[in-house]
């Protein structure tokens, strides 16, 4: 059983800072790549950023340049430093894992979400 577990959102004022991690459990043998999204209340969750086994990074053109998505050494870890933040961040982020290879599957899993919110 596969399982991620985010921690370190909460409530920053618009131009502050937080930091997301996102810890993947289980008997993992590999991980393609591992992301977070957001999702806001009436909008559909989106792609924040991204990052493969190989190092490459995929981010949302609204965060570039503010967010920062990167892994611990035991790369089954995933931060998502995020600085100068906006309201229009505001949004539950979720963590995925994409590709995960165990001892008996390869699926995609996800995160409960961690709720951040941006006040102006």
């Known amino acids: 059983q596969v399982q991620l577990v985010e921690s370190g959102g909460g409530l920053v004022q618009a131009g502050g800072s937080l930091r997301l991690s996102c810890a993947a459990s289980?008997?993992?043998?590999?991980?393609?790549?591992m992301g977070w999204y957001r999702q806001a209340p009436g909008k559909q969750r989106e792609l924040v950023a991204a990052l493969t086994r190989g190092g490459s990074t995929n981010y949302l053109d609204s965060v570039k340049g503010r967010f920062t998505i990167s892994r611990a050494s035991a790369k089954n870890t995933v931060y998502l430093q995020m600085n100068s933040l906006k309201p229009e961040d505001t949004a539950v982020y979720y963590c995925?894992?994409?590709?995960?290879?165990?001892?008996?599957?390869?699926?995609?899993?996800w995160g409960r979400g961690t709720q951040v919110t941006v006040s102006s």
């Open positions: 289980g008997s993992i043998f590999r991980i393609n790549a």
């Open positions: 995925n894992a994409n590709g995960v290879l165990t001892t008996t599957q390869t699926g995609d899993y």
